[in-house]
């Protein structure tokens, strides 16, 4: 008996409701528009290409920061600037005004740079500028005063010393912090189930439906009614969130991590939390149907708003003035998990 009624209410999940559009085809739009937002940010911001200038000798004469910039344009994996010639400083003026290059830097009697804009190239140009001053007057004053240290000096100063040292907790490549509104938005999703839930529990209440009337009236146990109709509401959850995780994976090229067997049981988990928070809000009191869907959805939004969907900070903002909060919204919860 209950291989029937769970098929047959399988059959009845998948038509094309209300529900299924909240639980399937919502989440793989605001997906897409995460994308189209987010995903130029990084590459705009954080990602390094080699930086445009131009190198404008105003004396004429030889110097030795000119070498210097050879050897920072030099191709290969650490070349770090891009010479773009200019022949005088109108014309590397007129290069920059067009966006051509990121600065200009002028050889006189010190090096000095021209920005149009504050940016990371520019900082990075200013840090290089800043960098050979220091070495170079280190080196002149140690030339004044003791002039038998300067090879012990030229090479400490031309040796790298890094403090740091770069340790891999996983075996995957780092994932962006744009990641985590993905994984809100899969959070959310995990609670949309609700919506399905509460279809479970007004359907077995005779009092607030037709259906429910004559379900009620049936010779079948309730409990097994229960649990067909909860059991075909979380395959149904379960398979949506499958659809939208590999939409994101495999479509936009989202990066989850190498765990993605994780992320599905994590996502099968979350749709029985889901389904089961819609069950519960439509087994209470006598209210009608959109009353209770007005709560469900209110609760799940505030939930999803506090675990980070609309603001990724808002989730440490909670942690730092009522932690206890993150312990029980079952959004924050979900995307812990999938960022784990």
């Known amino acids: 008996m209950f291989i029937h009624l769970f098929k047959y209410k399988l059959k009845m999940a998948i038509r094309p409701t209300q529900e299924l559009f909240w639980t399937l085809c919502f989440p793989i739009l605001l997906g897409t528009m995460f994308f189209i937002a987010f995903g130029n940010i990084l590459a705009a911001n954080e990602n390094f290409e080699i930086i445009p200038v131009s190198v404008v000798n105003e004396s004429g004469a030889p110097s030795e920061f000119t070498s210097v910039l050879d050897e920072l344009a030099a191709s290969g994996e650490n070349q770090l600037l891009e010479l773009v010639p200019a022949s005088d400083l109108s014309e590397a003026k007129d290069l920059l005004k067009n ?109 607030l439906s037709s259906l429910a009337m004559r379900r009620s009236i049936s010779p079948t146990h309730k409990l097994k009614l229960i649990l067909a109709d909860y059991t075909s509401a979380v395959c149904i959850q379960f398979a949506s969130l499958v659809i939208l995780i590999c939409y994101l994976v495999f479509v936009l090229g989202i990066n989850f991590g190498n765990k993605l067997g994780l992320t599905f049981v994590t996502a099968f988990v979350g749709s029985i939390i889901g389904v089961a928070n819609g069950v519960f809000i439509g087994s209470l009191g006598k209210k009608s149907e959109n009353f209770k869907s007005a709560v469900l959805l209110g609760i799940t939004m505030l939930c999803c708003f506090l675990g980070g969907l609309m603001d990724c900070t808002m989730r440490y903002k909670i942690e730092d003035v009522f932690p206890l909060f993150n312990r029980i919204n079952p959004s924050a919860l979900i995307s812990d998990a999938l960022y784990s």
């Open 99 to 207: 966006a051509k290059i990121s600065g200009i830097i002028t050889i006189g009697e010190t090096p000095a740079l021209i920005v149009k804009e504050n940016g990371i190239n520019q900082s990075i140009l200013k840090a290089v500028l800043d960098q050979y001053q220091q070495i170079s007057s280190t080196i002149k004053n140690a030339a004044t005063t003791n002039p038998e240290a300067i090879q012990s000096i030229v090479s400490t100063l031309s040796s790298s010393i890094s403090t740091n040292k770069e340790i891999l907790l996983t075996d995957e490549t780092n994932t962006d912090c744009m990641t985590w509104y993905y994984f809100a938005l899969i959070s959310m999703t995990c609670l949309y189930g609700g919506l399905l839930g509460l279809k479970c529990a007004l359907s077995i209440q005779a009092n």
